[in-house]
């Protein structure tokens, strides 16, 4: 599976940024998310969604982002979306798609199997 995320870059607090990514190949995955690590951190899972089956559309959010990030997905191209408004300067970190076959449950980054390249988002106080 190969993973092309776009999106990110510099805003002010109070901004909106979109990210975007598009999973390709085989096999199928039924959960793709998307993951930040800030300088000195650790990578942690900001949302995931549920892609098929009866779990299809159900979502996962780190509390901090909570009412500010929304993720959705397209089936048909097989991509998914993080929308961020309010954006914060403590939500500055390298953004990175991730996908797997399994639970929506589980938030370790161990737990994924396929990664994108990661994206950079800026905020600015």
């Known amino acids: 599976v190969q993973l092309q995320a776009s999106g990110g870059g510099s805003v002010q607090a109070g901004g909106s940024l979109r990210l975007s990514c598009r999973a390709s190949?085989?096999?199928?995955?039924?959960?793709m998310g998307w993951f930040r690590q800030a300088p000195g951190k650790e990578r942690e899972l900001v949302t995931a969604?549920?892609?098929?089956?009866?779990?299809?559309?159900?979502?996962k959010y780190l509390d901090t982002v909570i009412g500010r990030f929304t993720i959705s997905k397209d089936n048909n191209e097989k991509t998914v979306y993080l929308q961020m408004n309010n954006l914060k300067p403590e939500d500055t970190a390298v953004y990175l798609c991730?996908?797997?076959?399994?639970?929506?449950?589980?938030?370790?980054?161990?737990?994924?199997?396929?990664w994108g390249q990661g994206t950079q988002v800026t905020v600015s106080s």
């Open positions: 991730a996908a797997k076959r399994g639970a929506l449950g589980a938030a370790e980054h161990t737990s994924y199997e396929y």
């Open positions: 190949g085989t096999p199928s995955v039924n959960i």
């Open positions: 969604i549920s892609l098929s089956g009866m779990t299809a559309g159900n979502t």
